[in-house]
């Protein structure tokens, strides 16, 4: 027997000792042989994460504390359905869901994860450029502006330099995959502690306005928040007249719903769960496994997200949820107006800095009432980037905190979720091609999603890191292809036979599971339907083609049933 198949099989022996072992041994057991959970964290923790909770923080405060958590929960449902039918099989996903419940299922699962990984390597390389050049090393020109082209360049070449020699590591035996879920774990330790770093600071800064009672009661679920706006945003909207306080009202919820969709479509996506099965088999886990599996989800993956992506919503709510202070006063429409009737275009122009912003809140202070509640909502509408965010907090946490371990923490995330993209893409070609054991594939497969995401920052320019908005709604569009596709695996008589859950155990699995593609169904239909609808008022076309997206929903749903496997033979 080799040294891997050795070292397997006494990891085997050592879970079957202690499966009626208390808790405490269990646990102390399983934090030695967490791996797969730190690889969805690598992933979950990018620029979707980063953007989501800014989004968050700026729209809801810390009334939204709750979104992130309860959008990863759901997904940590779905993702442990997922290891125990790879654990209980031994089988690759997409063969076991091809040839037991629907091959339109198991070539969309496919597709969809392939192009997810794709479009979401575009706004990968942007945050990288965006952390570098905003936070680490100011001197450096913006995407976008000129001069630009080489740093963006260079910057690129970089990453991708780094993030191919660490995925190219990990096919290199069992050693090269433990090699690579240390680096990927250090990633993400540093990760969590630059903004638990940050928050600290906060905490114990004279100025600050953070409150821990505030934060710790947004972690109480409230989905009014699909219907009505946030407390503060109410408060001036009742301020104004019956008619603009209708279209401000309903822009409002329609951000604060495009913010919540947003956490959702970037907390768990399709590719993570094509990621998770594929990670497993790769380190030769079995049923044997199957508790660690649970444990290694809710440890390498829940914790270090909710923790980071809690810090993030808490900086930016209480620096720019309702905050005169920080308020961006040139991105106010009413402001900007008023500034150039006052000073005339020219003049305004020329002002820059302080200058400016002096001026505009001078101007913004003097606004009588309906114009200043107005020109209020304009501004409290504004999404910082990761560069206010971080300006913001110099005062609070002093300058290196603020662009230093703030501007590595995002460069870090941006990297490792690249390392991951790139790692699910080559094991997605290979299932594409039927050839799961080809190095040469699984690198070339891997390198397609790289070099695509290397352009991004030339493509996209300014955009910058908020191009993951738009794609975090079209991985949510995809995520309950995976979701329903699972769901139908876990009551699969003729791939689980008699380890299909029974009894109270099946209840419990289709509920949560239930819940959890319902949830991501409605979130999915929702997203299209109003991205789709936008498109088409901005168009000038008829809104009702906004049905298209959920349309194409369903109709793969139906295609999926229609070509769905007979359960009369069991195989298992």
Known sequence: MSDPDNAVEKERELLASIADQGSGTKIRTYAKLCGPG??????????????????????????????????????????????????????????????????????????????????????????????????????????????????????????????????????????????????????????????????????????????????????????????????????????????????????????????????????????????LPYSMLRRKWGKEHRGLAIFDLSTGLLIPFVIATGCLVIATATQFHANPENYNYTKSKTLVETAEAQLGKPAYKKLEGDDLKQKLKAIYTALPGQKKAHATLQLMEVRPSQLELALSLAPLTGAAIAQYVFGFGVLAMAISTIVILMLINGFALCEALNRPDDEKLRRIGCLIAGIIGFFGPILWGKLNAYLVIPTSVFGLTLLPIAYFTFLLLMNSETLLGNRRPQGASRVRWNILMGIATLVATLGAGWASYGKISKWADDKGLSAEIGWVGPGLILAFGVAALLTKRSSNTNTA
Not at 122 to 150: H, K, R, V, W
Not at 235 to 252: C, H, R, S, Y
């Open 38 to 275: 730190w690889l969805q964290s690598a992933i979950t923790l990018g620029g979707g994460s980063l953007i989501g909770a800014l989004s968050l923080g700026a729209i809801g405060g810390t009334n939204f504390m709750w979104v992130q958590p309860v959008a990863m929960i759901l997904g940590i449902i779905m993702l442990s359905a997922i290891a125990y039918v790879t654990l209980s099989t031994g089988q690759r996903p997409f063969q076991a869901i091809n040839q037991h419940v629907s091959p339109v299922l198991g070539w969309g699962w496919l597709g969809a994860t392939m192009l997810a990984n794709m479009v979401w390597c575009l706004p990968q390389f942007n945050l990288a450029y965006g952390a570098i050049s905003e936070n680490l090393f100011p001197e450096l020109p913006d995407s976008g502006t000129e001069g630009s082209l080489m740093p963006i360049l260079a910057v690129s070449a970089i990453a991708l330099a780094i993030a191919t020699l660490v995925v190219f590591s990990y096919g290199k035996g069992s050693k090269g995959v433990l090699l690579f879920e240390r680096v990927l774990k250090v990633l993400v330790g540093l990760i969590v502690l630059a903004f638990v770093g940050v928050i600290l600071r906060m905490t114990f800064a004279d100025s600050s306005n953070l409150q821990w009672s505030s934060v710790l009661g947004g972690l109480i679920p409230d989905f009014s928040a699909l219907f009505n706006p946030a407390e503060s945003f109410q408060i001036v909207i009742d301020q104004l007249d019956a008619g603009p306080a209708k279209e401000w009202t309903e822009k409002i919820v329609s951000k604060q719903r495009d913010s919540i969709i947003t956490a959702f479509g970037t907390a768990v996506g399709i590719n993570m769960t094509f990621l």
